[in-house]
């Protein structure tokens, strides 16, 4: 299993803010109190802060993310448990462009473990009636593992906004895009 998923559990449980999964049902669904999605099938979630853990086979297969409202200093991952001492992980700022919001996210997740972390083809994108930006993203886990996900933004009212899809290459990644491509075009705002 990739190192960077198990440090991020094992980091929220140490903080004690991990909700354990539950199932979510397919109709509108409130994501931390920020936004609603429709899903069209039953996830598994877990909620740490404003960070939500969705997947339908395991974090470990796949892991749908969606973090809301990051502020700034605000970082991706909890730093407890995995940042190294001589490195601090990086942080969010509220003037990031969408170029810097990627290196932002591809610098989080190789400091949480992923290898080989690429960002490509950043564009401008919905999220919800918003405009904001996508990309694409592929790393490797340390015992070479191949993962591809996408993640879809916006920085709203200086705060950070993501669902962010990732899943392992072989199978699960084209098995399951297109269901969360329908899922993130249904995003709600609710503040």
């Not at 796949?62 to 995995?82: C, H, I, K, M, S």
């Not at 400091?111 to 490797?140: I, M, V, W, Y």
Request: glycine share 8%; with cysteine; proline share 5%.
């Amino acid at each position: 299993m990739a190192r960077f998923l198990i440090l991020a559990f094992a980091a929220a449980l140490l903080a004690g803010c991990v909700e354990g999964y539950k199932l979510v049902s397919p109709e509108r669904t409130r994501v931390v109190n920020a936004f609603s999605v429709v899903p069209q099938t039953s996830w598994n979630r877990s909620i740490h802060g404003r960070v939500e853990s969705w997947t339908l086979d395991g974090p470990g297969l796949q892991e749908l993310r969606f973090v809301a409202g990051l502020d700034n200093g605000d970082r991706l991952f909890p730093t407890r448990g995995f940042a190294e001492p001589a490195k601090e992980a990086p942080a969010f700022r509220d003037t990031m462009t969408p170029i810097e919001i990627a290196e932002f996210v591809a610098a989080s997740y190789s400091q949480a473990g992923a290898h080989e972390f690429r960002t490509r083809n950043l564009r401008p994108a919905k999220f919800g009636p918003d405009d904001g930006f996508r990309f694409d993203f592929s790393f490797a886990t340390e015992g070479g593992l191949e993962w591809d996900g996408f993640a879809v933004g916006i920085v709203r009212s200086k705060r950070l906004y993501l669902a962010q899809f990732s899943a392992i290459r072989l199978h699960f990644f084209e098995r399951d895009r297109e269901a969360v491509e329908r899922l993130v075009g249904t995003i709600r705002w609710e503040t």
